[in-house]
């Protein structure tokens, strides 16, 4: 992408980095204010049947994902003018996700600033190995890549062992105001669970929480993994790596259907988030709109989103993503060439010794 087309999508976009106070507070109540509803009216129905709860749950889990935007919004410092304000919903809606305000912040911008930079994973981002790699992997070191790798793992597993577990400890190097977060997250949680719990009985809080947790979970791991694992992602090495090729390139347009689309605070224009964090949530879709280069980003459908649970590994001969049973054809192939050649080396060599 040349300097001059950089500068442009620039320009193009900073207009749509201004924050809208008005729509911001809106899309506080028109989150949270239906969370909390129907977290109420769900449990009011389980006196009637769990049938009648479960759909219910799903719903409220989509709005714990809206939820999740606001507080990713707020890391970003895109959904306040205030810096103190989105710090403060940050921390609120962190202890509602689950997930430690600045632990989370400081994670998902080293994510931003290293995104398909090969000499740079490995911090905010998924378990990435490519095709050489992989194969110069120890044993036991392939085997814990697949199973990370595994959907079933990944979805099922990961929420468990993400929001539950892993988001509860300091990362390593972690400065003071971010420790101090993660024990005040922590214990907000504990706190707020432990009232729900006695409130209305721990069996009720768990047939209501367990469900919204799990699903919203799911889904956020879902997003998170699909908007960069598609078949012709970018990935360079330090020297060849660019921001903006990695945003536009690297990162896809998922077109939602228009309610899946609003519940996920149209984090599907996941390329203009990339190329300007600061862009608020409800601007997304305009810049994409209005902005033709953005248009030519990776087009992703629900239906060809499951692709991408084939994809795990970085082909970076031909820069793109395969799967393991590519990767299994490819050494076939390989060694079928190179037994090609071989034979035909010990046939010239009979053929010099017969004369």
Known sequence: MSVSKISKLKKDVAPFEKIDTK??????FNTLGPLLA????????????????LPILVLAAGFMVRTFIL???????????????NDILGTITGVLTLVPYQQWKHTHTVHHATSGNLDKRGTGDMWLLT?????????WRRIAYRVYRNPFIMLCVGPVAVFLIEYRFNRKGARQKEKINTYVTNVSIVALYAFL??????????????????IAGLLGIWLFYVQHQFEDSYFENEEEWSYVQAAVEGSSYYK???????????????????LSPRV?????EKVHNETTDLQKA???TLATSLKSLNYRLWDEKNKKFISFKDLKNYVNNHESVKNFFESQGEQQKVRLARK
Not at 23 to 28: E, F, L, P, R
Not at 38 to 53: D, H, I
Not at 74 to 82: A, E, G, I
Not at 259 to 274: A, M, P, R, S
């Open 23 to 28: 729509a911001s507070v809106i899309q506080i």
């Open 298 to 300: 990776t087009t992703i």
């Open 280 to 284: 608020p949530n409800y601007n997304l």
């Open 197 to 214: 719990a006695w409130l209305i009985g721990w069996q009720a809080f768990v047939m209501i929480q367990g469900p919204i947790f799990f």
């Open 256 to 274: 939602l259907p228009k309610l899946l689309q609003w519940i996920t605070g149209n984090i599907g224009f996941h390329h203009v988030h990339h």
């Open 71 to 85: 507080f990713h919004d707020c890391c970003h410092q895109s959904f306040f003018k205030s810096r103190k304000a």
């Open 131 to 139: 095709v050489e790699e992989y194969k110069n992997s120890s044993v």
């Open 38 to 53: 129907l977290w109420y009216v769900a449990y009011l129905s389980l006196s009637v049947s769990y049938l009648l709860t």
